[in-house]
């Protein structure tokens, strides 16, 4: 096992750098770079734009820039935003909580709404909980999260207050001018986090069901409850434990979630976590900040399908890896 | 939840923020209109506290104005930052920093106007507590002129020769020549202190956390959510400002913060469009100002050859729009006040010239409107009906296309207006939209308008309250863009010697009729030239609450210029 791990992760190397090398010579394809912003300003001479991209090493050939940004990264540092003019890594480092408070929540309640939905639905396949779960699936899957959550905003958001109710909060992370502290968050949590679970929940539950199904229909499962064995113990000692396989792998390989965000609730709701780092670096074309997401989300992609291997290898002790 | 699945979306999404993020370098609000609740307001005494929320739909990239063009970043950092003098409603300067406008009569213009004196307001300091002098404004132009430095209108310095300092209360300004923009320079003063005497600022923090003499002082941001700004008690006018404090709430989208402003999450909102003024109207407590600025929607006609070897080449007249009276047809045939009270709900002024207000604006006559007139001009020109109603010449089809940047409404809906009328005199133009950074970009990015590959352009752009920047780089005929002049802006490629040589009579002398006088001119040269033909002056909507008193809108300057002065009254 030992020897499969460190195999495996000398194998991320080549490919992370492949990765990087591949976003790093399409970004610099793109006709705009950092210094746009300063191009397009009728402020900013030809002669001041030389100097700066002179200055910035911007005329360099891009195997020496990339280069250049390789040694950086090796030494831990993930760089300079020219748009910003302040470390990458302090820029994602003020991001990331934000989100991991979003997504880990969100992943937890998609969890909690899909799972005991999944069971009921495999264990009553074709009754009418099953075809109201689907139902539900299909919904939850077909309405993407930026309709889902302007919607939410109107109804719970402006609606509510308009009614006289106690409305949710649609923006942000805390109440202007206020504190903040832990109610307050929780409270800013409820929209977003409502919208991304019911996207994902609607795909867990899928998965948990057709698992269920597969594995209630095993040999195994029948010579259980032919030995008399009582169903809620074939269920939970048997079928369960079995059928927590193939989901286990979709969410560990969904973990990277939790470090990129989502850029479309996060950008509906004001969220200020990744996805909206993400998307503002894309906006304004801030190369430094988009090669450090990537490949860190990259590494995270890469390290998550290896934890889900080694998770597939302990819950099920028939794989071997060598 | 994981990106890679919204990532159509992104396209979308895309459009849009480009529509937001838009072409117009510096929305700047004005002092056109006072509503009648504001005059009711002012006999009011104001009362000290509070903290006013404004959604900002667009995060400043860093808070040094200096080092950043985004619009947004001056409003947040005028709350902090100053400069020796400042632009006012009216179109005139006012002392800041300093204590008045150098004239030749108080002796702050030498005779033969090379050097300037700066008196500087004694007893001010920085908000740590530090005295402002005049070495910091010495400081401040050695930043400016450090190579290292990414600093925007560098430029408006060029002709600067020194800046010395004879005591701390003096700051003498030496010109190597006549630089008539004099009044346009150090508008951000830095303290030479906070940066540690250092002039190479880019990389430093201050750029994030400002330190500065204005009514405000810089406490906190967290990126992508608020920046916080606290009462400088150390302001040179204890009375002021009278707010606690501002808190600037980034918004992923101008829709968003309608929503916010809405519901009551914040006070004051930045930048809405004209199409946002029906639903502002439904808010009752909302004061909203709708106000002409200085920003000109404009077409831009393309006066040379749109392709072949010889692009862009002023040398090679343009197939159509080479002609002078296909042009003054085009004008002739467009209705500006229907655009205006159909599109613009009748708010906004239909535009006469590129220099709508400032002390310099030229009174011109709006151009006719007779779609009559154009038809007999194309006929005589040449340019007869064929079988389809559109016009013909030497089997040249007067067929152009007409590009304006993605996800803009009011843009969109002109289009098909203006594409109606001139259908209607036989021109026939074919939609061509492009996103915004695209169509507008730069010459080493191959955008369109840079490189002369265009029939008609429609945006918006507009000039300083000292025009002569922004007139010479967009009307000379030294500035058409080529491999050499890759920063120049005459897009529409016509060289005028007429209007070059009024251009540099307003800049050899600092005489203020004289300048006006020439710019008139030029004013006129360029509306005769039709390579811009104007349409409609856009509005500059700042909307606010009704609590919020003392919000003046400033067009030569940005929403928070007179933020000292705000109070909330409830």
Known sequence: ?322 | MNSIKHLPLLGALLGLLVACGGTAPAAQPSGATTSSWASSAASLTPKRGGTAKVAIWQEPAMLNPLLNTQTITQIVGETVLEGLLQAQPDGTYAPNLATELPTKENGGISSDGLSITYKLKSGVTWSDGKPFTSKDVAFTYKVITNNANPVIDRAKYADVESVTTPNDTTVVVKFKKLFAGYRENFNWILPEHALGGDTTIDKKDFNRAPIGTGPFKFVDWKSGDTITVTRNENYRDKSKPYLDGLIFKVMPSREAAIQAYKVGDVDVLWNLTEGDLPELDKISDSAVEAVSSTRVERLVLNTSCPSGPQQGDPKCPHPVLGDPRVREAIELAIDKKALVDKLLFGKAAVATSVIPYGWYAPQLQPAEYSPEKAKKLLDEAGWKPGADGIRQKNSVRAHLTYSTTTGDRLREQTQQVIQEMLKNVGIEVEIKNQPSPVLLGSWAEGAPRAKGNYDILMYTTNADLDPQAHLYNYFAGDQVPTEQTKSGRNYHRIVDPELDKALNDAAATLDESARKAAYKVVAERISAGRGHIVLYNRLLIDPHKKYVVGPKVNIWDNLTWDAQNWWLNK
Do not use: C
Not at chain 1, 18 to 47: C, K
């Open chain 1, 1 to 322: 096992m030992t020897r499969y791990l460190a195999r495996r992760l000398v194998e991320a190397v080549p490919l992370l750098l492949l990765i990087s090398l591949t976003v790093f010579t399409v970004l610099q394809l793109l006709p705009a770079g950092p210094l746009s912003i300063y191009e397009r300003d009728p402020s900013m001479s030809d002669e001041d734009l030389a100097r700066l991209r002179q200055y910035y090493g911007l005329d360099d050939p891009i195997p020496v820039r990339y280069l250049k940004w390789l040694t950086t990264v090796l030494r831990g540092d993930l760089g300079y935003s020219l748009v910003t003019h302040q470390p990458v890594a302090r820029m994602i480092a003020e991001r990331l909580p934000n989100t991991l408070y979003l997504m880990s929540t969100a992943l937890l309640a998609a969890l909690l709404i899909a799972i005991p939905i999944g069971m009921v639905s495999a264990l009553r396949q074709y009754s009418k909980t099953d075809h109201a779960a689907t139902l539900f699936s299909f919904i939850g899957y077909a309405v993407p999260p930026f309709w889902s959550g302007l919607l939410a905003i109107i109804i719970f958001a402006v609606k509510f207050r308009e009614w006289g109710l106690p409305a949710l909060p649609a923006s942000g992370m805390r109440t202007l001018g206020s504190g903040g502290g832990a109610l307050d968050l929780l409270a800013h949590l409820v929209l977003p986090v409502g919208v991304l679970a019911m996207f994902n929940a609607a795909h867990y539950t899928r998965y948990v069901r057709a698992s269920l199904l597969d594995v209630l229909n095993q040999d195994y499962i029948r010579t259980a409850r032919s030995k008399g064995l009582a169903e809620r113990l074939v269920i939970s000692i048997h079928a369960l434990k079995n059928a927590a396989l193939p989901v286990v792998t979709i969410i560990t390989l969904d973990l990277p979630m939790l470090f990129s965000g989502a850029l479309v609730t996060e950008s509906i709701f004001a969220w200020p976590g990744m996805g909206r780092l993400f998307l503002e670096s894309a906006f304004r074309f801030d190369y430094a900040v988009l090669m450090g997401i990537v490949t860190l989300t990259a590494l995270l992609v890469i390290l998550s399908m290896l934890l889900a291997d080694v998770i597939y290898a302990w819950l099920d002790p028939r794989i071997r890896y060598t």
